[in-house]
């Protein structure tokens, strides 16, 4: 079974600035898709940005990135240029080829100072 | 329709009510997922359906809870002798196929047992 530890429940971040939550996991499995999804107070899961492991190239979107560091099973996600919207709570997930669905993290929660 | 659906919004019962929650996911989305995101933690899955049938139902947490999927499109998750330990929000997601892992997630439906 894959576990999936964010060990941050709180981050706070001054707008315009750069933050950076981290992720955790384990399994066994060699093929599969990792995810950031962000949940605001209207509680729709949005997903933010998704990595596949077979790629060595860090995904990309717009102000947020990811740091996937595969041999350390590290999945953390940068957002640059931090705006109030960002605030919300934030779940890593993990998804394997071999299994049926996500399994998420226990989520951080992200404040936003203006 | 253009996102998934889910209703009610809200729901209280009181323990020992049955109760449906349901989900109309996006047109054409052939997988369709369930989850329940207790207080304070992150989703975690129940069921998943390719198509009309449950292809794992493995998270389900006791035989009190039930979903169907007849034709293929909208879901109904079934509780019955309803619990103050099932208090929580009912996540369901779509995707277009299960091998595709973009899923997309309603707002999902906050269950109250009081």
């Known amino acids: 079974a894959q576990t999936v530890t964010q060990s941050q429940p709180e981050m706070s971040v001054q707008e315009a600035e750069t933050v950076t939550l981290s992720c955790t996991y384990d399994?066994?499995?060699?093929?599969?898709?990792l995810f950031w999804y962000k949940q605001p107070p209207s509680r729709q899961m949005i997903l933010v940005i998704r990595?596949?492991?077979?790629?060595?190239q860090n995904a990309t979107e717009n102000r947020f990135s990811v740091n996937f560091q595969k041999a350390a099973k590290s999945f953390s996600l940068k957002i640059s240029d931090s705006q109030l919207g960002d605030a919300a709570m934030y779940f890593c997930?993990?998804?394997?080829?071999?299994?049926?669905?996500?399994?998420f993290g226990g989520g951080t929660r992200l404040m936003v100072k203006p | 329709g253009a996102g998934v659906s889910q209703t009610p919004s809200n729901k209280v019962t009181e323990k020992g009510k049955y109760v449906e929650l349901r989900c109309d996911p996006i047109?054409?989305?052939?997988?369709l997922y369930w989850y329940r995101q207790s207080l304070g933690q992150g989703p975690e899955f129940l069921i998943y359906?390719?198509?009309?049938?449950?292809?794992?139902d493995s998270g389900l947490p006791n035989d009190r809870f039930f979903a169907v999927r007849p034709e293929g499109s909208v879901s109904t998750l079934k509780i019955q002798r309803t619990e103050r330990g099932d208090s929580a929000v009912y996540l369901c997601?779509?995707?277009?196929?299960?091998?595709?892992?973009?899923?997309?997630f309603g707002q999902g439906t906050r269950l109250t047992v009081v």
């Open positions: 997601a779509s995707s277009l196929g299960h091998a595709n892992t973009e899923a997309f």
């Open positions: 399994t066994s499995e060699s093929d599969y898709y």
């Open positions: 990595q596949e492991a077979y790629k060595q």
């Open positions: 997930a993990f998804w394997g080829r071999a299994g049926n669905m996500l399994t």
């Open positions: 047109s054409g989305h052939t997988a």
């Open positions: 359906f390719q198509g009309t049938g449950a292809a794992d």
